[in-house]
């Protein structure tokens, strides 16, 4: 007998997985996925909503790029930020990272 005669006679009488058994692994890494990765990433991106839409006139944030600054107008879209004397400059609100609290300087 020949080595690839062998191989297939072994593969023949092996007993097959059931094809629910892979079916419902599938779903066990799915649901960890979720509950590691998925979940805390929405819970994450609601806070971060909530605080955007909380966020007044007079309040020092910083940006997603990194620049200082205090809200000086709040307009549909975008907030102006005043960032120096004389300098003010216009992001969108999704550009604000987080508010920097008085307490914290």
Do not use: C, W
Not at 22 to 31: A, N, P, R, T
């Amino acid at each position: 007998m020949d080595l690839v005669t062998v191989i297939f006679a072994q593969g023949e009488g092996a007993p097959q997985g059931s094809p629910f058994g892979s079916f419902g692994i599938m779903i066990l890494i799915f649901l960890a996925m979720y509950f590691l990765l998925i979940a805390p990433q929405r819970k994450k991106q609601k806070e971060h909503q909530k605080l955007i839409a909380n966020l007044q006139s007079g309040e020092d944030v910083v940006t997603t790029g990194g620049i200082y600054g205090s809200i000086t107008n709040v307009k549909e879209d975008r907030f102006v930020l005043k960032v120096a004397d004389n300098t003010k400059i216009e992001i969108a609100k999704s550009a604000v990272a987080s508010v920097i609290s008085k307490d914290s300087e």
